[in-house]
């Protein structure tokens, strides 16, 4: 099966990612594969992805965006890797919220925040990435959207920087 899962949740594709193999990684994906496995594997994967060729990251993106792949998770790597103008362009949800379950310690910790059913647009803001800020509020970003402890995207920014970057996107 594609998406078995083993050692450390990860997959086919995310074993592929991990050494490298794109032209692997696009053949599992074409045939179907969709699972980018848990934890680690998820995060080796997106790491993986985002530092490989442009080309080749555009391909998987629009794949797995066109499978319905869960961006949530994506987007927590996405940010960290500043890959948030890629994944708008392939179309993946900018209001998807995180299942930080999936995502493991060791990935949740590079956050300042919760990153438990946190959307892209704070993941950026408790990052303190205002052009991905900018990006994810062009693209429909929900700013209403809150974190588990109730913090919206004005308060990981401070009022003066959120308003400042109102000002810049409208």
Known sequence: ELDAKGDYGFTAVTLAA?????????????GGARDVGE???AFFFWKGLF???QEDQDYV??????????????????VLSNKVKEMIAAGFDVNAKVD??????????????????????????????????????????????????????RDWMGAKD????LADVH
Do not use: H, N, R, Y
């Open 39 to 41: 934890g680690f594997g």
């Open 162 to 165: 959120f308003d400042a970057i």
């Open 51 to 53: 530092g490989t060729e």
């Open 61 to 78: 993106l629009q794949m797995l965006c066109k499978a319905g792949f869960d961006s949530g998770e994506a987007f927590v790597t996405g």
């Open 100 to 153: 930080a379950g999936k995502m493991g310690e060791m990935v949740a910790s590079q956050f300042a925040g919760s990153i438990a059913g946190a959307t892209p647009i704070l993941l950026a803001a408790m990052k303190k990435s205002t052009d991905e800020v900018k990006l994810l509020i062009t693209a429909g970003a929900d700013l209403s959207a809150m974190d588990s402890d109730g913090k919206t995207v």
């Open 18 to 30: 991990k050494m490298g193999k794109w032209d692997v990684v696009k053949l599992l994906v074409a």
